[in-house]
């Protein structure tokens, strides 16, 4: 992410504006401070609210935005009554603010009640009030070593999550937490299709996420590795394109992973990864952990064999499988979608997948297709294999080898099988499989 400066700015109740913290060190010089101070700190009736400008450094070519949040501690303890700062976030001018507002609110309220508990600002600063008049060497380290933590985590798009520590009005320890994250954007996010189905691989990341939104409040405890994401966004009562976004914010957080239903695929058994099942005891618990249903037992062998009866050439759903499967006795005690989606993540089994790709450009339909249609003139016969010979032009942009029919049939919102039966149908289209 292009954040390129961290700056923590202050007010000096003689010298007016200063800036004890910057990262990186020397990123402002004195004279370019002075031109942006008198809007960092504001007037009283400005303070508690976020301000952008855009500003450009002595000698760059190039403007950046500045955003900033100032804030005011009153007490009788300070010079003035007052201690004033403000948190600065520089921005890369090409990027959007708005991913940073929630970032530099909390830490500017943050920096304000750790000031209120633990005078972190002023052991850090110094000459705030009549009984501190020099900084701690130590308090101005650690605040100095957190605008770089927060610059470089926010810059890799790791978010922070950090412990601060201070002393109270009776000298006693206290410890605070820092934690910041930037939003998921769409350009990171990514595409999430309503028959998929999200599974929880970090329960932690999750219930961050659930702290800080209603609508990831309201899905998260449906999220149990069965139902699809549409199935999520009816029991949640939520719209499902609202759904379908929430989701792919759960990905990018890296709290769930989505995996398709292995409905009307191609699969076969990896036997290397089958080879792993057998020899990984914590292999072997994870997998009939996840499998099985509650209060049944299952031996890995049973699992075992399921899995080896996958070939290339076997098109199957969950119900034709358990009514071919040789086990069918111990189909009753598994869950059936979870049995495709522990082989699918583990890599035991291979759905082949189809991907379309546009070799011919050509409008219009062939000569024999036009023939055959004046041929029919007496009868108005409609047939859209034949009337829609050739695929519209949006999807066909989308033909390029890089989408699967999957992925291009929830983009365009189509159903799989009749946009599997136009493709199929257009003779410039070459579908391959992998």
């Known amino acids: 992410m292009p954040l390129v400066g961290v700056l ?68 009788r303890a300070y010079f003035r009554n007052s201690l004033m700062f403000s948190p600065v976030f520089l921005i890369d001018a090409r990027d959007d603010r708005r991913l940073y507002s929630h970032a530099i609110q909390k830490l500017a309220t943050s920096l304000f009640s750790m000031e209120e508990e633990a005078l972190v600002l002023s052991l850090s600063v110094g000459d705030c009030r009549p009984d501190m008049k020099e900084a701690e060497p130590s308090a101005a380290k650690k605040m100095q070593t957190l605008l770089d933590t927060i610059l470089s985590s926010l810059h890799s798009e790791k978010g922070v999550d950090v412990v601060l520590d201070g002393l109270d009005d009776i000298q006693q320890p206290v410890c605070f937490r820092l934690s910041l994250h930037l939003p998921a954007t769409s350009v990171h996010i990514p595409r999430v299709c309503a028959d998929q189905v999200p599974i929880v691989v970090c329960r932690d990341a999750l219930r961050r996420c659930a702290e800080v939104d209603v609508a990831c409040l309201r899905v998260a405890r449906f999220i149990d590795g069965v139902r699809t994401a549409s199935g999520i966004a009816l029991v949640a009562h939520m719209e499902l394109q609202l759904a379908l976004y929430v989701f792919r914010c759960l990905v990018y957080a890296r709290a769930i992973v989505l995996t398709d239903p292995m409905l009307l695929c191609n699969v076969r058994t990896t036997t290397s990864k089958l080879k792993d099942l057998m020899r990984d005891a914590n292999m072997q618990s994870e997998c009939k952990d996840f499998v099985c249903r509650n209060n049944t037992v299952v031996s890995i062998e049973d699992i075992v064999r399921l899995y080896s009866q996958f070939s290339p050439s076997k098109k199957l759903t969950p119900h034709t499988f358990a009514t071919a499967s040789k086990n069918s006795e111990i189909l009753d005690d598994i869950h059936l979608r979870r049995f495709f989606q522990y082989g ?58 890089e989408f699967s029919l999957e992925e291009i049939s929830a983009i365009r919102r189509q159903s799989r099988e009749h946009l599997r039966m136009k493709l199929y149908a257009d003779k410039r289209i070459h579908l391959l499989n992998a």
Do not use: W
Request: charged letters at 30%.
């Open 344 to 401: 699918s993540l583990r890599g035991i089994l291979h759905c082949t997948r189809t991907y379309p790709v546009l070799v011919d450009e050509r409008e219009g339909c062939d000569d024999g297709d036009k023939d055959n249609e004046e041929n029919t003139s007496g009868t108005r016969h409609i047939n859209d294999s034949i009337d829609n010979c050739f695929i519209s032009p949006d999807i066909a942009k989308l033909c390029t080898g």
């Open 8 to 75: 923590l700015c202050h007010f000096h109740y003689e010298e007016g504006a200063f800036l004890p913290f910057q990262s990186p060190t020397d990123f402002l010089s004195k004279s370019d401070f002075l031109r942006i101070s008198r809007f960092v700190i504001p007037k009283p009736e400005f303070f508690g609210k976020e301000f952008h400008m855009m500003f450009k450094r002595s000698g760059d070519t190039e403007e950046m935005q500045l955003m900033f949040y100032p804030l005011v501690v009153e007490n």
